[in-house]
């Protein structure tokens, strides 16, 4: 069951001692079996084999020999790009495996010369009509490196950063690609990350200008040990970036709306935050996502910023609590330490965790309908009740819409009433001067969309 079906006793006694509530609540969370299945079929072995045969390459630095057969990244991009396509025969050639292969141009000091740079991407097609242009994109970095930034030829096995999301992305895309979800899935590992995030860059560059709908990005960057740097221990959680204002001098109107109406913690990308994170509760019920409202931890940044900067919803999956003598060190001991991004560092059975997690978010996205359209509050006059209105979704399987709410201060949606199949509603009693309001839309299975934010309408 959701957290907030207990949130919602507790504070639905508190709202409404004075009216009761004129709504049904909402029927509790329906599982979806076949995502049980998904989740169950990750494996720990295959994703530690992965692992494994990516730290063999000795290093998958951006700069290094891509012509070589046994090292460097060129052998490993050709690796992942077997195994997607070995995949793809088992999936009867759903998945669509290619490479988006581009000639960067210098960028000193971490492009130093004209290099070659390659993502390899297995895109899984939707398969309702309504929903295949909607994409959901799970990535991941193959390039490693070492403490020198440009250093390409010393040993950087990358087994965490960023082996770890290879391995967990790869395991999504073979359990899922045997099987059928209404919108479309894109696997991706990139090369670059640690050079610019040139590949993810090109990528979302490429799909905003062929006005792509993506409709939300998951990074999985150092995401294979649940253990501090001084030992602690936390084995069932995930940290979950997740920006909220964008960032921009000039911001859209609609955006400084949003602002001053008290949205700042509802764009896009906390939005998604919120729903990956209800995923794993229902699915994944022993891993925490703790939700982090920034865009990335300091000093750090990952290829989720690529695609926030085209204008897309993208959040970032990085464990606990970072262990920096096993990221961007060359392999040595010191003072009796061993640094080094070594995979005897990494806990695979965690990790397979992790991979679980992205699983029941991204099967519950592309199994969900769209986010409503035109989500607006009506302002025209001064009233104590909420009328919420929204443009009908189009998908046959559509159950109905769900309006989800918090108080202003709270992180994640407390309440939520099933309104079904209509564009109007007006919630009884209940201020829009008093809390924030989402709609969701919902399908016959019980898969509920990402919430919106109402943008305030005052009719003439
Ligand atoms: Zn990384």
């Known amino acids: 069951m959701r957290t907030w079906c207990s949130a919602f006793l507790i504070a639905a006694a508190a709202l409404t001692q004075a009216q009761p509530p004129p709504m049904t609540p909402p029927a509790p969370a329906v599982r979806d079996p076949d995502i049980d299945r998904i989740v169950a079929e990750i494996s720990p072995q295959a994703i530690e084999a992965t692992v494994r045969t990516l730290v063999g390459f000795q290093t998958r630095h951006t700069l290094s020999d891509s012509n070589d057969p046994k090292q460097g990244i060129g052998a490993a991009r050709n690796w992942i790009q077997a195994e997607f396509e070995r995949m793809s025969q088992e999936s009867g050639g759903r998945l ?6 581009f000639t960067q141009r210098p960028s000193p000091p971490r492009i ?25 994109v799970v990535s991941a970095h193959y390039d490693s490196r070492a403490t020198a930034p440009n250093d390409a030829d010393s040993a950087a096995p990358g087994a965490d950063d960023d082996a770890s999301g290879v391995a967990a992305m790869l395991e999504l895309a073979r359990v899922m690609s045997k099987r059928d979800f209404d919108a479309t899935i894109v696997f991706m590992a990139v ?22 709908d993506i409709a939300g990005m998951i990074t999985n960057d150092i995401v294979g040990s649940p253990v501090a740097a001084d030992g602690t221990v936390s084995r069932n959680v995930v940290r979950l970036f997740a920006e909220g204002v964008p960032p921009q001098k000039n911001l859209p109107e609609a955006d400084l709306t949003q602002i001053k109406t008290g949205g700042e913690n509802d764009f896009p990308p906390r ?8 995923a794993a509760e229902l699915y994944v019920p022993h891993m925490t996502v703790r939700v982090v409202y920034r865009r990335d931890r300091y000093l750090r940044g990952g290829d989720h910023a690529a695609f926030l900067d085209a204008g897309f919803p993208a959040v970032r999956f990085t464990e606990p609590s970072e262990n920096y003598a096993h990221q961007h060190q060359d392999v040595r001991v010191e003072d009796g330490v061993q640094y080094g991004d ?4 990494v806990d ?33 006059r001064l009233e104590n009740d ?12 559509l159950a109905g819409y769900r309006i989800v709410w918090r108080e202003t201060t709270a992180p994640f949606w407390e309440q939520a009433v099933d309104v079904g199949v209509v564009t109007k509603y007006i919630v009884k009693g209940l201020s829009k001067d008093d809390v924030v309001f989402g709609v969701e839309a919902v399908d016959t299975a019980g898969h509920a969309s990402p919430a919106v934010y109402p943008k305030p309408y005052r009719p003439r």
Do not use: C, M
Request: cysteine-free; glycine content about 4%.
């Open 386 to 397: 909420t009328e919420l209105s929204w443009s009908a979704n189009r998908e046959p399987d």
């Open 348 to 380: 695979f059975a965690y990790l397979a965790d992790v991979a679980r997690v992205n699983a029941a978010a991204l099967a519950t996205l592309a199994r969900a309908p769209a986010s409503p359209d035109n989500v607006e509050v009506e302002t025209a």
């Open 342 to 345: 070594l995979p005897e560092f």
């Open 96 to 101: 669509q495996v290619e490479l988006d292969r």
């Open 271 to 278: 939005q998604l935050a919120r729903a990956i994170r209800g």
């Open 112 to 136: 130093p010369r004209h290099t070659e740079v390659v993502n390899v991407v297995a895109t899984l097609p939707g398969r309702q009509a309504e929903s295949k242009d909607r994409i959901y």
């Open 191 to 212: 090369a670059a990350e640690e050079q610019g995030l040139q590949g993810a860059r090109h990528w979302a560059e490429n799909a905003r200008d062929r006005k792509r």
